[in-house]
Nanobody
Framework: QVQLVESGGGLVQPGGSLRLSCAASQSIFSFNDMGWYRQAPGKERELVARIFSGGNIMYADAVKGRFTISRDNAKNTVYLQMNSLKPEDTAVYYC?????????WGQGTQVTVSS
């Protein structure tokens, strides 16, 4: 059973930074791609960033230049460094992984950007 466990969310002021972590229960080499999605109240879940097994990365336009996705293969962990946070970044952030056609989700971590 694949498990993805997020951590690192919290309350931060506008302009601040947070780093989210997603720890996988097995080697992240086994995933075709991993990424982060978010869902704000009353809105649909949306892609934030993805990192593919070949190393390619993609970002949503709304976070380009502010967020950075990375991975530590030795720790089986994917990170999302979020800088210059805005109130509109407030959402529950979910880790996502695709493995052999199956999709896996973490339980989510709340990020709130407010003064």
């Amino acid at each position: 059973q694949v498990q993805l466990v997020e951590s690192g969310g919290g309350l931060v002021q506008p302009g601040g930074s947070l780093r989210l972590s997603c720890a996988a229960s097995q080697s992240i080499f086994s995933f075709n791609d991993m990424g982060w999605y978010r869902q704000a109240p009353g809105k649909e879940r949306e892609l934030v960033a993805r990192i593919f097994s070949g190393g390619n990365i993609m970002y949503a336009d709304a976070v380009k230049g502010r967020f950075t996705i990375s991975r530590d293969n030795a720790k089986n962990t994917v990170y999302l460094q979020m800088n210059s946070l805005k109130p509109e970044d407030t959402a529950v952030y979910y880790c996502h992984g695709v493995q052999m056609g199956w999709q896996y989700w973490g339980q989510g971590t709340q990020v709130t950007v407010s003064s």
